[in-house]
């Protein structure tokens, strides 16, 4: 139920995604690249950074690289995260993962490819040079070993320890949270806004981030891998840490609450009214 505004903006991340794709000269990269990066994701990421520069009005099209560039690097982690030595996931997306149908020597290449793409589109962004340099800062910090790999790696190693809540909260931060942030800060950069309007920017997207994981640990153990479009009960079989599994499930959905509860909140400290941005609360209705 996003903003008809937000909605609106898809098109045009799709056909800057698939322009980068048709500059790929191997057609085997091209094809497995573009098996993962077509395959009906929300596109979350890429809408909250342009919903972000849409409710300060900023250059929504200047902003386009950028939010396909974090779109590239959000599935090239999913393409990892489904590999033999990591989850080995057998559905993404409805369909079978990258390296059922590539082999895991191309899916991996696939996954570098889109990871590298990132930086190449955040950098080509038509912004003052600053501004460039903070945006791929951003990026690079959300997604490496401060970010979403550190939190990759509490992941796995929760497997064989029973992980208490502060140290839940911070692999969920890092691990699906800081991605989803940073989508938020690039925004806000890309916009200019102010010191204020930033901090409560960047605390509506540490909310919605650990908001985000938290429903897909409830998801987990409540929808069929039909409705999930990848197994279902999988955290459960892997002896995951999450938070239906620390705190039952009326416990998690209480935690839900409260983070969405706070991400609201910080919209409402923002300068003006951002009803786009609201609009992604209702992911949670």
């Known amino acids: 139920m996003l903003d008809d505004k937000v909605v609106a903006l898809l098109p045009a991340v799709e056909q800057t995604l698939q322009a980068h794709l048709d500059q790929v000269a191997n057609v085997h990269l091209r094809k ?7 395959a009906g994701g929300k596109r979350l990421r890429p809408l909250l950074l342009l919903a ?9 099209e200047a902003a386009l690289p950028a939010a396909a560039g974090i779109e590239c690097l959000h599935t ?5 995260d489904d590999l033999p030595a990591m989850d080995n996931d057998d559905l993404r997306r409805g369909q079978p993962t990258s390296h059922k149908v590539f082999g895991s020597a191309l899916a991996i290449l696939a996954g570098d490819a889109l990871q ?15 501004v460039v340099v903070k945006l791929v800062r951003t990026l690079a910090k959300a997604s490496g070993a401060s970010g979403m790999v550190a939190g990759q790696v509490m992941d796995m190693d929760g497997e064989t320890v029973h992980y208490d809540l502060p140290t839940l909260q911070q692999l969920h931060a890092l691990k699906t949270g800081a991605l989803l942030a940073a989508a ?5 950069q ?28 409830i998801n987990d153990v409540t929808e069929t891998s039909a ?20 705190l039952g499930l009326t416990g998690a959905k209480d935690a839900l609450q409260a983070h969405v509860a706070a991400a609201e909140a910080a919209l409402h400290r923002l300068s003006r009214p ?3 941005l609201d609009s992604f609360l209702t992911y949670f209705e």
């Open 274 to 276: 951002a009803p786009q």
């Open 190 to 217: 890309l916009a200019a806004v102010s010191a204020a309007d930033q901090a409560a920017l960047a605390t509506f997207g540490e909310q919605f981030g650990v908001a985000f994981q938290i429903q897909d640990d």
């Open 32 to 38: 497995a690249m573009a098996y993962s990066l077509t």
């Open 184 to 188: 938020v800060q690039m925004g806000a």
């Open 52 to 60: 972000v520069v849409q409710s300060f009005a900023g250059p929504v």
């Open 227 to 246: 409705q999930l479009g990848k197994t279902a009960g999988k955290d459960l079989s892997e002896h995951k840490n999450t938070y239906p599994a620390l």
């Open 76 to 80: 090239y982690s999913l393409i990892h």
């Open 116 to 130: 590298t793409a990132a930086f190449e589109l955040v950098s080509a962004t038509p912004a003052a040079p600053e």
